[in-house]
Structure formats: C-alpha cells, structure tokens
C-alpha cells in the first residue's frame, strides 16, 4: 500500500476533517480502534513553529534544581510511531494530520523535514536528513527505548548508542519488514532520519481565510490536491435513495430552521438553503474574490439536532454573508432585496440594517432551488402552517 501525502482543500464546512477520517479507514486501513494510537494531529497557527512540529527542550524546575527535558513535537511522534510498528512487525499505517496548514508559516515549520517529503517508489523518503543529538533522544524515546546520557553519550537499553544499532541490524526477523527495519537502524545510526513508507500525511488547508500564509509552488508539487467541492443544485438533482446515491448528509437532509410569523410557522429545510445560497453566491461572481472560497459546505453550521433557530442562523450564516462574502460589495444584496422585496430604497449601512430582512432572505435561497423529487426525503409543502403553540390574539 503506498503512502497518502495530499493536501485537502475547499470552501469552510464541506467536512474536509471527516474526509481526512475516511480516507484513513479506507485507504490505510485504519480501524476505528487504531484511530487514536495511530493518528497524531496538528493544528498550524501563526506563532506554531519548527520547535513545535519537531521538538524542544524545556526547563523543568524543582525546589532545588532545574532539570531539561525533550519533548517531541508532532512530526517526530508520528514518526517515531511509524518507526515502532516496522521495528516491532506490525502490518500498520500511521497518519499525520495537519489541519490549517496555511495558517502557520509552512516553509518555516517544516525546516528541513521538506526535503523528506519526496518519495520513491517504495514509499520511503528520496532523501535523509540530520538530526541533532537532541532529536535523535526524543525519537528514540518515542519509540520506547530507555535512553540515558552518560558522558555525553547515548546510552540505549543500557547499551552505548552504536552497540545498540548493531546489535538490531544483526537480528533476522523473517518479516516482510525486515528490510525496512535494518534501513531504520541504518540512518539512526548515522544521526538521520527518513519518513517510512507506513506513515501518510494529510493536511487540510481553508482557503477562505484572508490571515493566511503563502504556500509556494515548490511546497505545493510534493503534494496531491484533492478538492471538497461546495454543495450545488446538482446534488439536490441527482439525490436518489433508490439508485443509492446519496449526494447530501442524512443530517444535514432532515435539519429544519422554522420560522414564526404571527400565528403561523415557516418551515424550511437546510439544504435547500445551503445549495440556494451557494447558487446566489456563484451569480454574483463578479462581485466576490475567490468565489470558490466563499461558498458555504453542509457542515458550516454545527448541527446539533435537527432544527436550527433562527438565532443560530443569524449568529453564523447571516454574519458570514455579510462580513466575509458581500464585505467588499453590498450591492448584490441590495439589488436582490429592491427586486425582489418591494423596496425600492434598501439602505445597507450596517449589519443590523441587513437582518431586517433575514426571514425574506431565507426564504428567497430556500425556494430558489429545487426540492429533492421521488424520494421519501421531499420537503414538507412550502407554505405556512398553523404553529399549535402560538396563542391567537
């Protein structure tokens, strides 16, 4: 099996981190059980640094006297994990995962470690790198060896560093992975490091956000790229439960956001609105930079049942619309209300200006799109209903 390095990319809320979960189910064959133990994650941000991905020494005080120790950083726990399992002859993967990776400095972070993401054919590493002293402890102590310094030596198992090394590169295992293993050993004896053909790497970027750092096109070539597309009217089009396929999350299918108004209830269903939203985000295409970037996933709002308030609408999709999609230029908002609204002066000063409109808005994107037909998942009828529990005046 070979090694996933890809970087996943797409509008907020298309589950680009479920996607990184299934693809490690799937493809590497992951168990739900493994999934803790065999996956070690990371999250990029503006001050995370090389010290953080690799590892660092910290000072650990007592009433007497100050002690260091290496603590390793993610890049070096997955790696040292991955190391173990071909030591230690299990038919494993291991994944890395970085989430926001354009959110931190990725050039910077990464240091050296770049150039080990080139691979061969088999999988490993084109290229070693050296690691300090320092590194090479905190990776053998990831991988569970007792390590001590004595003399400004590595002591391994009790043994002096090189005596250790031999001694495993002369133990015959029998395993497919033998040769793996005594090429481990091989370039830990030489204070270097590769990435082992049983250790992927998966990264999520989130392109919509303007505070983000460049990824450069030599960074970028060492990666596959696979886009999470934005939910579309195509989705809702060819949604069959009969032919099984499912072009839209169960959840996400059955959530409702109701509306009050006076004595009676609006319902309307959330992936209607989703896709309507999007379809009107993409026509006003001139209007908006990065259009892909803009458009909304079915997980942009965290479900948690399935009804939505009209509070959690305006809290997070009518905010975004605002402040992130329609920042630069008001006038599409405009032009749909005057149009459609019978209001021929909207003025769109502020923020509160534009929630006066929010039920006809939604309504609007809602029914501009089609309900999903032949299926037993169509939409209650678009019309108001009497709300039980509102008391008639």
């Not at 970087?7 to 799937?26: M, N, Q, R």
């Not at 001590?148 to 090189?162: G, S, T, W, Y």
């Not at 992975?177 to 990435?195: H, L, V």
Request: proline residues 4%; negative net charge; aromatic residues 12%.
């Amino acid at each position: 099996m070979s090694p996933i390095q890809k970087i996943l990319f797409g509008c907020p809320g298309t589950g680009k981190s479920y996607k990184v979960i299934e693809i490690a189910k799937d493809q590497l064959g992951i168990s739900e059980e493994e999934l803790r133990l065999n996956i070690v994650k990371a999250v990029f941000y503006p001050e995370y640094k090389y010290s953080d991905f690799m590892g660092k020494l910290l000072p650990l005080s007592s009433v007497s006297s100050i002690n260091y120790k290496y603590y390793p950083g993610h890049f070096l726990q997955a790696l040292s994990k991955a190391y173990h399992s071909i030591i230690h002859n299990k038919n494993q993967n291991h994944l890395l995962v970085i989430d926001e990776l354009n959110r931190g400095n990725a050039a910077a972070i990464f240091g050296s470690i770049f150039q080990l993401l080139d691979r061969n054919y088999n999988g490993w590493s084109s290229y070693c790198i050296d690691i300090s002293e320092m590194e090479m402890f905190g990776l053998l102590s990831s991988m569970g060896y007792k390590i001590k310094i004595f003399d400004d030596n590595i002591l391994v198992e009790d043994l002096p560093f090189d005596i250790f090394i031999e001694n495993e590169k002369s133990k015959k295992t029998g395993n497919e992975y033998s040769d793996d293993k005594f090429e481990i050993f091989t370039i830990i004896q030489n204070y270097q490091i590769r990435i082992p053909p049983n250790l992927s790497i998966i990264a999520t970027v989130n392109t919509s956000d303007e505070s983000i750092y460049y990824l450069d096109t030599a960074f970028k070539r060492r990666w596959d790229w696979e886009y999470i597309k934005a939910p579309c009217t195509s989705d809702i089009e060819n949604y069959s439960i009969d032919k099984q396929i499912i072009t839209i999350p169960e959840k996400v299918l059955n959530t409702i956001i109701p509306i009050k108004k006076g004595n009676n209830l609006l319902v309307l269903k959330l992936y209607r609105l989703i896709v309507g939203i999007n379809e009107f985000i993409k026509s006003n295409h001139k209007s908006i930079r990065n259009i892909e970037d803009k458009q909304i996933g079915w997980w942009f709002i965290n479900l948690q049942s399935e009804t939505l308030s009209l509070d959690q609408i305006k809290d997070k999709l009518m905010f975004y619309l605002w402040d992130s999609v329609f920042a630069r230029d008001k006038k599409p908002l405009i032009k749909l209300i005057e149009e459609n609204f019978s209001d021929n002066h909207a003025n769109l000063i502020t923020y509160a200006d534009f929630l006066i409109y929010t039920d006809k808005l939604l309504k609007y994107w809602h029914n501009s799109v089609p309900m999903i037909k032949n299926s037993q998942q169509d939409d209650m009828p678009m019309k108001e209903v009497s709300d039980p529990n509102h008391e008639s005046s």
